[in-house]
Nanobody, 115 residues
Framework: QVQLVESGGGLVQPGGSLRLSCAASTNNFKFYNMYWYRQTPASQQRELVA????????NYADFVKGRFTIARDNAKNTVTLQMNSLEPEDTGVYYC????????WGQGTQVTVSP
């Protein structure tokens, strides 16, 4: 059983930055693809924000390209999401996901972008 714990959310003004972190309780972290999703007030379901594979290939949703950066530290079993130029539309709960034989999700961290 893998546990994921997100941190780093909070309240920020438009144009500001936040850095989310997700710690995984597995020694095989380096073998897994990792993703950040979010659920916003406007979306009915969780939407993919960014992903990073075990061989460090990244992909991003169009709405965050150029603003967000996903990275991983296999020595610390963590994946991070650096979010810059935040907009009110980025408000929501952000979740990390680990893909193994099954998907594992964290509990989520709230991001609020407001003046």
């Amino acid at each position: 059983q893998v546990q994921l714990v997100e941190s780093g959310g909070g309240l920020v003004q438009p144009g500001g930055s936040l850095r989310l972190s997700c710690a995984a309780s597995t020694n095989n972290f380096k073998f897994y693809n990792m993703y950040w999703y979010r659920q916003t007030p406007a979306s009915q379901q969780r939407e993919l924000v960014a992903g990073i594979t075990s061989d460090v290939r990244t992909n991003y949703a169009d709405f965050v390209k150029g603003r967000f950066t996903i990275a991983r530290d296999n020595a610390k079993n963590t994946v991070t999401l650096q979010m810059n130029s935040l907009e009110p539309e980025d408000t929501g709960v952000y979740y990390c996901k680990l893909v193994a034989r099954r998907d594992y999700w964290g509990q989520g961290t709230q991001v609020t972008v407001s003046p």
